[in-house]
Structure formats: C-alpha cells, structure tokens
C-alpha cells in the first residue's frame, strides 16, 4: 500500500499514541517526512495558484486540517516532532545551549524558566533504534554529513549561490537529542545527511525505514532576507510571498515525485509519505491555535 498524507499529527501522534485509544495502524516499511515553514491552513489552502502541487495531493491523497503546532519559535516544533514535548524549549538557541550561558548562538539564555537544549529524553530515534528499524536526517544544505553546526554559510564562511543560513539547525530537531550529537563521529555522519545523499539513496532503494526530510530555508517557504547575503533569489525573500510559498510547492513536488519513482515506492510492503509545516505564519499566530495544514 503506497500513501500521501498531508498532515501535520503523524510524527507527534506516533509518540503519543499513550493517550489515545489503542487503534490497529498498518506497519510500513518506509515513511517519508517533508517538513515545510511558517505558513498558515488559508495561505497554502486558499490559493491553489501559488500551491497546485500541493492541492493536487491533498486532492488526490488526503488532507488533514486538525494540524495545530506546539510552540513558537520552529525549533520547539521540530523537537516535538521527535520527542513528543518541546522540553521548555520556545525559541531558536543552538543545542548546546544552557541556562545563562555566553554564547553568540545562546541569545536568550537569560530568560526566566530558559531550558537547557541538550536533552537527555528519549526519543523517536531511541524507539526505533530497540525495534531494530533505521533512521535519517536529510538536511538541504548541510554542510557536511554529520554536521553539527548552528547554520550554513555565513557571513565568514559565505558559499557561492547560497544565502546565509541556507542550512539553519533550528530545523534539525535531531540535534538536540544526547543519543544523537554524542554519536561515535561514523554513525553521526551516516544519521545526518544532505540532498546528494538523499538522490543517491533513492536512486539505489537502500533507504531508511524513516526518513526526515528538510529543504534549505529557500525551499522550505521560509525565505531570506537581504541581511543574508548578495546571493538570496527573489523567490526566496519573504517580501515576494507567493513567488516563496510557489517556491516551496515545487520543492515538494520534485520530492515527491522522486520518491514515487524510487525502488521503495514500487516495491511490495507499506510506505507513505507525510508532507507537514511545523507552524503558520507571524501574521496568524495571535489568533488561535497554530499549524498549517496536513
């Protein structure tokens, strides 16, 4: 059975499932996660123009709309999608980061109740790893398998073509996990991966039985803006919002569409792929829950 889910509860009803009623779920062999940025149900689902890829899934797949995110800032929601709690985390500070502590990735570690973001808590990877089942982080631009830096390029270190903090780790949930940034240097390199290896593992079937997949911040629906950098295309920059949310539907038609022509999707078994957002829009977030849609 091959499956498109656009939803937003997967990944967090998969942890949770303590606190609902046992309901009988098919086993799949290859799921397949797209995480997408800070856009609100009504600015993805009210025009079909900027986002036809994404109404031609949810036309022909499914959507579900009782999608609500956790917390504001991303990096909560990401870690949520992992671990079924934001662990007090509400805002964007590095893994590394503890209370009080001076760092120029720690900028709001004086605020009352700031948690530590190294978290010790299981997680999903946890779970799966005692199930003998494989994982991947597959990050847009990373800049080295196993990377464990806040963002890629920057203003140092630019990289041609790129804007800054194309990669931005407050999208990778993974690292804050202990059983994750403390991996021996080989097994880190092969859990935290980039696009190239995501073609290359698609291209040969040899894929995880979950895969986490995030595009850079261009291609995210995120965007840039001109503080980052010379090289910030026009569809990138959160100025021109429907060139960027377009920008983004295309990102996960191109994604989708390489699934369903891997060796996974044609073979026999359960695989589906989940494309999500981890919360709506700043202009959305003081009115009512959180979320985009699914």
């Known amino acids: 059975m091959k499956r498109v889910f656009l939803t937003g509860a997967l990944c967090l009803a998969a942890i949770s499932a303590a606190h609902a009623a046992e309901v009988p779920v098919p086993r799949y062999d290859h799921?397949?996660?797209?995480?997408?940025?800070?856009?609100?149900?009504?600015?993805?689902?009210?025009?079909?123009?900027?986002?036809?890829?994404?109404?031609?899934l949810a036309k022909e797949?499914?959507?579900?709309a009782q999608f609500y995110a956790e917390v504001h800032s991303s990096e909560?929601?990401?870690?949520?999608?992992?671990?079924?709690?934001?662990?007090?985390?509400?805002?964007?500070?590095?893994?590394?980061?503890?209370?009080?502590?001076?760092?120029?990735?720690?900028?709001?570690?004086d605020r009352p109740n700031y948690a530590d973001h190294d978290i010790a808590a299981r997680s999903l990877m946890d779970q799966m790893a005692e199930k003998g089942l494989t994982w991947k982080?597959?990050?847009?631009?990373?800049?080295?398998a196993g990377s464990l830096v806040p963002g890629w390029p920057t203003?140092?270190?630019p990289a041609k073509g790129l804007p800054y903090?194309?990669?931005?780790?407050?999208?990778?949930g993974f690292v804050h996990f202990k059983t994750v940034n403390q991996e021996p240097v080989p097994q880190?390199?092969?859990?935290?991966?980039?696009?190239?290896?995501?073609?290359?593992?698609?291209?040969?079937?040899?894929l995880p039985n979950y895969a986490h997949i995030i595009p850079n911040q261009c291609n995210e629906m995120h965007g840039r803006g001109a503080e980052d950098g010379p090289d910030v295309p026009r569809d990138c920059t959160k100025t021109d919002l429907p060139g960027l949310i377009h920008r983004g539907d295309a990102e996960i038609g191109m994604l989708v569409d390489k699934i369903m022509h891997s060796k996974v999707w044609s073979a026999p078994g359960n695989t589906a792929i989940v494309v999500t957002f981890d919360e709506n829009n700043d202009a959305e977030r003081h009115s009512g829950p959180q979320g985009c849609c699914g």
């Open 137 to 144: 982080a597959y990050m847009e631009d990373i800049p080295g």
């Open 155 to 157: 203003a140092n270190y």
């Open 188 to 206: 880190l390199m092969r859990h935290l991966v980039g696009f190239r290896q995501l073609y290359a593992d698609l291209a040969s079937g040899d």
């Open 76 to 109: 909560g929601n990401y870690i949520a999608m992992l671990g079924g709690d934001t662990f007090g985390i509400h805002d964007d500070d590095a893994f590394f980061c503890k209370p009080h502590m001076k760092n120029e990735f720690c900028e709001k570690s």
């Open 31 to 56: 799921i397949f996660v797209i995480v997408e940025e800070n856009k609100g149900f009504d600015q993805i689902m009210k025009h079909p123009a900027w986002t036809p890829v994404i109404h031609r």
């Open 165 to 172: 903090e194309a990669y931005a780790a407050k999208h990778n």
């Open 61 to 64: 797949y499914g959507l579900a």
